[in-house]
C-alpha cells in the first residue's frame, strides 16, 4: 500500500505522471461522491430522485432488502472503492474495473428500460479504471513520485 506525495514539478512536465494523477483523483472523489448520494431518498445526482431505478430487478431479487436498501450497500461500496483508489490505485483500480462492469451488466439488463447509452458511459470509465490501473504499475510504487 502506498500514498505517494504529489511531485509538482513532474506533474508539471510528465504527462504519463498528469493522467496518472488525473485518473486518480477522479476515480478517488467521484465513487465517494456517487456512493455518499445514494444515502439520501432524494438523491441530486440522479433523475427521478432514485438511485434503484437503474437495479435489474433479477438483482434486486438476490440482495436482502428492497431497492433503496441494495442501492445504499452499493453507496457503502463505491465510498470503499474510493478511498481504496487514493490509498493503493495500482490495486484498487482493477477493484473499480469489475465494479463498472457489474454495472453494465445491471443496465443492461433492466426490464423495459433503455440504458445502454449509460452503459457506454460506464464501459468508458471501465476503460479509464484500466489505463489508471496500468498508469500506476509506473506510478504508484514507493518512490516514484520523486523519480
Known amino acids: 500500500m502506498s500514498i505517494t506525495k504529489v511531485d509538482v514539478p513532474r506533474l508539471k512536465s510528465d504527462p504519463g505522471y498528469q493522467a496518472f494523477t488525473l485518473l486518480r483523483t477522479v476515480f478517488t472523489v467521484a465513487p465517494i461522491l456517487f456512493g455518499l448520494d445514494k444515502f439520501s431518498n432524494n438523491s441530486v ?37 474510493g478511498i481504496l483508489v487514493f490509498i493503493a490505485p495500482r490495486y484498487a483500480a482493477y477493484v473499480v474495473v469489475l465494479w463498472l462492469g457489474g454495472i453494465i451488466v445491471s443496465l443492461l439488463t433492466v426490464a423495459g428500460q433503455k440504458y445502454g447509452d449509460i452503459a457506454l458511459r460506464d464501459f468508458g470509465l471501465l476503460v479509464a479504471a484500466l489505463a489508471l490501473a496500468r498508469l500506476s504499475v509506473t506510478y504508484d510504487r514507493p518512490g516514484a513520485a520523486s523519480k
Open 45 to 81: 445526482l440522479v433523475r427521478g430522485d432514485h438511485w434503484s431505478i437503474y437495479l435489474a430487478g433479477w438483482i434486486n431479487d438476490i440482495v436482502p432488502g428492497d431497492a433503496h436498501a441494495a442501492m445504499v450497500m452499493v453507496g457503502i461500496i463505491e465510498v470503499v472503492a
